[in-house]
């Protein structure tokens, strides 16, 4: 496996509490991204980074922010966690491969943070 | 934006036979198309990939399809095993100009019964 950690693995709040997850590479690759995935629903895309501080928006990114201050650390905030966003929460990281409009990116996926919002 | 439709949901075969999933994509500048296996538990394992210039690719008992014209791509898996159970995820994606985002198919449980 790539080294990709997530923490914490599990973790289970309270409605209307703040959490961060913390996504950590030691790979220094450039690109990371945040999943969240529910039954029926495969994988989305909730942000992604494309280097320090450059971050944007994914498929299902309300109620969720993002940081990542430095190369290493792609950190997720749920600012006021709701029970819809009970969930398991992956993140990803990839580089660039090739060049230009063949460039492509492998993702590989850390361990996964169980979060349960009661 | 780009939207992946993947069948059937589940699967489900004998040990030996093959299984084959299929993925639909929207996007015609579409590049590369990764397919990952889930066992329970456990974080999405990249297996195997296929870049838009080419239409097969194989790696022991699996291969991956392109149809570029028709928009969709397949997993073939022979000879199942046990271990093969899990759960099948293709994705597209724009490659280099969309940062290497990914768009995912709604997954194939495969079970392989001994």
């Known amino acids: 496996d790539a080294g990709i950690t997530q923490s914490p693995r599990h973790k289970v709040t309270e409605t209307g509490t703040p959490v961060t997850l913390r996504c950590h590479q030691t790979e220094n690759h450039r690109y990371m991204y945040w999943y969240r995935q529910d039954p029926g629903h495969g994988l989305r895309l909730i942000h992604y980074?494309?280097?320090?501080?450059?971050?944007d928006k994914g498929e299902v990114s309300d109620g969720y922010s993002v940081s990542r201050s430095k190369t290493e650390d792609f950190l997720l905030t749920l600012e006021s966690a709701t029970s819809s966003q009970t969930s398991v929460y992956f993140c990803a990281i990839s580089d660039s491969r090739g060049l230009g409009s063949r460039s492509y990116n492998e993702q590989f996926f850390g361990p996964g943070t169980r979060l349960t919002v009661l | 934006g780009e939207n992946v439709e993947q069948h059937p949901s589940t699967l489900s075969v004998q040990e030996g036979d093959s299984a084959v999933i299929k993925c639909t994509y929207s996007d015609s500048a579409s590049n590369y198309f990764p397919w990952y296996k889930q066992e329970l538990g456990k974080r999405p394992q990249l297996i195997i990939d296929i870049r838009s210039n080419v239409g097969e690719k194989k790696d022991q008992r699996i291969a991956v399809t392109l149809n570029k014209t028709a928009k969709h791509f397949s997993l073939h898996i022979t000879e199942t095993q046990p271990e093969d159970s899990a759960v099948y995820f293709c994705a597209a994606s724009l490659g280099g100009t969309s940062y290497g985002k990914l768009t995912f198919g709604q997954g194939t449980i495969l079970t392989v019964h001994p």
């Open positions: 980074s494309y280097g320090v501080k450059d971050t």
